[in-house]
C-alpha cells in the first residue's frame, strides 16, 4: 500500500508546520517512509502504515525507545498516533547514509562498521531485554504470517524463488537446528538499516524486529547483504572482524530461510 506525500491531519500534522515531506526508500521497513526537511528546522522521518495484526510501528518505537536506554544510537521517537486506519511513527534524522549507499566510505570500511555495530549490539546482556525472538516465537509468527498470506513468494532469494511458503514452512520445521546462541538481535541485519558518516557509525535504525535471538539471525542476514552490495569476497573479512571463526553454513541457511517469511 502507498500513502499520500502530504503531510497528515490533526496534531501530528500541527506539529510538522513548515515541513514539506518526500518519500523516502531509507533502510528496509515494511511501512512506507517520508523524510521531513523544513527550513531551520532539524530532519525528520515519518513512518506510515496500515493497521493490523502484522503491523510493525508500535514495536519499532518499543525498541527504539529501550536501545537508547540502553546507551547505543539509534533515532528519537518524538510522536506516536494511530487513527484512520493507520499507524504513524515519527522519529528523528542520523546524521550520514546507510551502509549500502554511503559511497563516501570504501565498501571494506563500511562492512567494518557493519560488524563493529552487530559486535556491539550482541554485547548488551539479554537479561536486559524484554523483546524475545527465540526461535520458539519467531516460527510461530512466520506460520501466522504465512496463513494469512502476507509472505510475498516473488521476493524469495534466487535459489528459492518458485516455490510455496508453504513448501518452505516445512523445511522450517524440518530444520529448525536444536540450539541458539542467544544474543540481542538486531532481526533485519543488512547494509541500509545502518547508518554511518565520514566520521563514523551513527546508528541503527528499522529496529521493529530487535530481540533475543541467535546471533546467525543477524550474521545470516548480514552475509547476505555484503555479498549482494559488495560481492563475496567481503563476506570473509565480515566474518574475521566480527570474529566468528567457524561459520557454521546449515544455521547461516536457515536464518536466510527464515527471514523469507518477514
Given at each position: 500500500m502507498t500513502f499520500s506525500k502530504t503531510l497528515p491531519a490533526g496534531p501530528l500534522g500541527e506539529r510538522l508546520s513548515g515541513y514539506r515531506m518526500e518519500r523516502d526508500g531509507l533502510g528496509r521497513s515494511a511501512a512506507s517512509v517520508f523524510r521531513l526537511e523544513g527550513e531551520g528546522l532539524p530532519s525528520l522521518y515519518l513512518k506510515v502504515e496500515q493497521a493490523g495484526p502484522f503491523g510493525e510501528l508500535a514495536n519499532e518505537a518499543a525498541r527504539l525507545d529501550w536501545l537508547k536506554a540502553s546507551g547505543l544510537p539509534c533515532p528519537d521517537v518524538i510522536a506516536r498516533e494511530s487513527g484512520g486506519g493507520r499507524n504513524r511513527l515519527l522519529i528523528s534524522a542520523l546524521?550520514?547514509?546507510?551502509?549500502?549507499?554511503?559511497?563516501?566510505?570504501?565498501?571494506?570500511?563500511?562492512?567494518?562498521?557493519?560488524?563493529?555495530?552487530?559486535?556491539?549490539?550482541?554485547?548488551?546482556?539479554?537479561?536486559?531485554?524484554?523483546?524475545?525472538?527465540?526461535?520458539?516465537?519467531?516460527?510461530?509468527?512466520?506460520?501466522?504470517?504465512?496463513?494469512?498470506?502476507?509472505?510475498?513468494?516473488?521476493?524469495?532469494?534466487?535459489?528459492?524463488?518458485?516455490?510455496?511458503?508453504?513448501?518452505?514452512?516445512?523445511?522450517?520445521?524440518?530444520r529448525r537446528p536444536d540450539r541458539e546462541d542467544l544474543v540481542v538481535t538486531h532481526g533485519d541485519a543488512c547494509l541500509p538499516n545502518f547508518i554511518a558518516c565520514e566520521d563514523g557509525f551513527s546508528g541503527y535504525i528499522d529496529c521493529s524486529r530487535l530481540g533475543i535471538a541467535d546471533r546467525y539471525q543477524d550474521i545470516a542476514l548480514a552475509c547476505r547483504s555484503i555479498a549482494s552490495n559488495f560481492g563475496d569476497a567481503l563476506v570473509q573479512p565480515f566474518l574475521d572482524l566480527y570474529g566468528l571463526t567457524a561459520l557454521e553454513p546449515a544455521r547461516l541457511d536457515y536464518y536466510q530461510l527464515l527471514d523469507e517469511f518477514f
Open positions: 546524521p550520514g547514509a546507510d551502509l549500502a549507499s554511503a559511497s563516501a566510505l570504501t565498501p571494506l570500511v563500511r562492512v567494518e562498521l557493519l560488524a563493529a555495530a552487530l559486535l556491539e549490539l550482541h554485547r548488551l546482556p539479554i537479561a536486559s531485554c524484554p523483546f524475545d525472538h527465540r526461535l520458539e516465537n519467531r516460527v510461530a509468527v512466520a506460520k501466522a504470517r504465512m496463513q494469512a498470506g502476507i509472505v510475498d513468494e516473488t521476493d524469495f532469494d534466487e535459489t528459492r524463488l518458485g516455490k510455496s511458503a508453504e513448501t518452505l514452512f516445512a523445511e522450517l520445521e524440518s
